[in-house]
């Protein structure tokens, strides 16, 4: 069973650029959740997906940000307009769709990188 | 609103020291859980403990041993006989539950403390 995958693992930007982060949750995960750590801090939650539905965004930037996690492929975190300060290491966690926990498994991350 | 704090920005020891990182968090759930990461210098999160907070059992695994005190709201985490590869970042994470059900919910992370073991 594989584990949480995601792609690219390494992205670099040009200012005003979009980039496109994809989380491919593990085989019957249908909770996704998406963090950001910036450079030298801990992981800040964005948001927690369900298949085709946004349960939590509070994380999420108000602008530029969105997220989406289609019935059929992999959840798409997208940031339009890419600044510096988006230069950061991006990770995706998914979780099964059980009534008692289940631990969120973690993705090894893609680093953005924005010139 | 949930906070993790780790007052430790970063520890320095030799090998063969024990040391303990600490960890505090914040929270108005009465049903949660705790969590410790390891994060090397390659980037990935490495998945070390998971805690619910209706089981205050100290628990060991190997060199590492966790002390979980929800009298004083702490979960710290103990290495025994240090080792160089022991370096990394760690990270402690609360994750709130949801309609007091134990179930997945977005985590709380710490700013880490980072732990360089000499040789």
């Known amino acids: 069973n594989a584990g949480v995958m995601q792609n690219p693992r390494h992205l670099v930007r040009r200012r005003g650029q979009e980039a496109r982060l994809r989380c491919s949750p593990m085989k019957g995960h249908s909770h996704v959740y998406w963090y950001r750590q910036l450079p030298e801090e801990g992981l800040k939650f964005m948001v927690y997906l369900q298949k085709e539905n946004i349960i939590d965004e509070s994380g999420m930037p108000k602008e530029r940000f969105s997220a989406e996690f289609p019935k059929e492929g992999p959840s798409i975190l997208r940031i339009q307009q890419v600044v510096r300060g988006d230069s950061a290491a991006y990770f995706c966690a998914s979780s099964p769709p059980s009534v008692s926990y289940n631990e969120q498994f973690f993705g090894p991350g893609t680093r953005l990188t924005v010139l | 609103a949930q906070k993790v704090t780790q007052a430790q920005t970063e520890i320095s020891v030799v090998e063969k020291e024990d040391v303990t990182l600490d960890c505090v968090y914040e929270?108005?759930?009465?049903?949660?859980?705790l969590f410790w990461y390891k994060q090397p210098p390659s980037g990935e999160l490495v998945f070390l403990i998971r805690r619910n907070s209706f089981d205050e059992q100290n628990e060991i695994s190997g060199r590492y041993s966790w002390n979980f005190q929800k009298s004083t709201s702490s979960f710290n985490f103990t290495i025994t006989a240090s080792q160089v590869v022991d370096s990394a970042v760690y990270f402690c994470a609360l994750s709130e539950s949801s309609l007091g059900v134990l179930r997945a919910g977005k985590s709380t992370f710490g700013d880490g403390t980072t732990l360089t073991v000499k040789p």
């Open positions: 929270t108005r759930d009465t049903t949660y859980y």
